[in-house]
């Protein structure tokens, strides 16, 4: 479900970074198999979110076949790094050959299976996250990857009013707004990941009316995590 005006969404897209060839070649294909990827304009939003926060290090819950890496990618120094994290095998092929064609392969690491074993596995720092993977874990992948955050860090969460039939936009903004309203799973996933990263101090969060919504939060980077992580910067 699109958030904005046909003619908002037009200027959004004419006025926002320009995809290039691939990901034009990436978009067609989402749009010929009904893939749910985030869309041009939350790509373009990714791509100058990690531009504006100076992003080395970045990790995706759920990446499909590499259309948001791609975008980050862009965005990533040459010593940049990115974990794209996917339970489809080919799909994941996919994203390496897509990253690959677009000389991002060097940056990029490709881990088959639940990203939430995944994330077990790296240390972080990272300076940018991207959930969106299965709704019903997004408090799961906030909280695993939390204490991994560099101070600073931009975390941004997909379908933050919306996903098809999975994520009801109603019954959330019933929600937010302070009603107690029967949910159905996934809309419970995000409901509970907006009031997680809400109320934790850390963050301070917006969500945007970008494709289907997205919930964008920087992480404080509070002493408890700076120590942990050492003093990358
Ligand atoms: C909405 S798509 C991701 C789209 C991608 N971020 C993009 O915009 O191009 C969600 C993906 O998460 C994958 N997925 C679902 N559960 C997962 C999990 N636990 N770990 C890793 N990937 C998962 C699905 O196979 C699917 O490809």
Redo the contacts with the bound molecule.
């Keep these: 479900m699109a958030h904005l005006a046909d003619d908002v969404l037009r200027f959004v897209r004419a006025t926002g970074p320009r995809p290039d060839e691939l990901l034009e070649e990436m978009d067609a294909y989402a749009e010929e198999n009904g893939f ?3 869309g041009p304009e939350v790509g373009g939003f990714l791509q100058l979110t990690a531009r504006l926060s100076g992003a080395r290090s970045i990790f ?9 890496a791609y975008w980050f990618a862009e965005a990533l120094p040459e010593n940049g790094e990115i974990v794209l ?4 095998e080919g ?1 994941l092929e996919m994203a390496r050959e897509y990253l690959a064609r677009g000389g991002y392969d060097e940056l990029a690491s490709y881990e088959l299976g ?3 074993d995944t994330i077990e596995r790296y240390d972080g720092p990272f300076d940018a996250v ?1 959930i ?3 709704k019903e ?1 997004y408090v799961e992948a906030l909280e695993a990857v939390r204490g991994k955050l560099a101070p600073g860090a931009v975390v941004i969460a ?1 379908n933050a009013m919306s996903a098809e039939d999975v994520v009801v936009f109603e019954d959330l903004l019933a929600h937010v707004e302070g009603q107690s309203v029967e949910m159905n799973e996934g809309t419970r996933g995000i409901a509970d990941y907006l009031d997680a990263v809400r109320s934790d101090p850390a963050f301070e969060t917006q969500v945007l009316p970008l494709g289907e919504g997205i919930a964008v939060s920087r992480f404080e980077g509070k002493a408890d995590n700076t120590e942990a992580l050492g003093s990358r910067r």
């Design positions: 749910p990827h985030v995706e819950f759920g990446s499909g076949y590499g259309y948001s994290t996917e339970v489809d799909e639940d990203a939430l991207l969106d993977h299965q874990r997909d």
